[in-house]
Nanobody
């Protein structure tokens, strides 16, 4: 059974940094792309960053490019999201995702709140 567990969220001032982690289990982690999404109150869930199964290629939403970095550690079955220069508009619940075949799996989310 696929399990994704996010951690690392919290309250930070604008301009600060946080590193989110997503521990994966129940599947062959090194075979699948991993994605971070976020959902702010009253808004739709949006893709933040994605990393390929190999880790060789990444994609970022325009709003976070240059500030966020996604990475993965295959030995630890963990994907990370380093978030720098945080802005109040980055406030959201951040979710880890993977798609295996036609099935999407999600973690429970971790809250990130950026104060101005």
């Amino acid at each position: 059974q696929v399990r994704l567990v996010e951690s690392g969220g919290g309250l930070v001032q604008a301009g600060g940094s946080l590193r989110l982690s997503c521990a994966a289990s129940g599947f062959t982690f090194s075979n699948y792309a991993m994605t971070w999404y976020r959902q702010a109150p009253g808004k739709e869930r949006e893709l933040v960053a994605r990393i390929t199964w190999s880790g060789d290629s990444t994609f970022y939403a325009g709003s976070v490019k240059g500030r966020f970095t996604i990475s993965r550690d295959k030995a630890k079955n963990t994907v990370y999201l380093q978030m720098n220069s945080l802005k109040p508009e980055d406030t959201a619940v951040y979710y880890c995702n993977t798609r295996i075949g036609v099935y999407d799996s999600w973690g429970q989310g971790t809250q990130v709140t950026v104060s101005s």
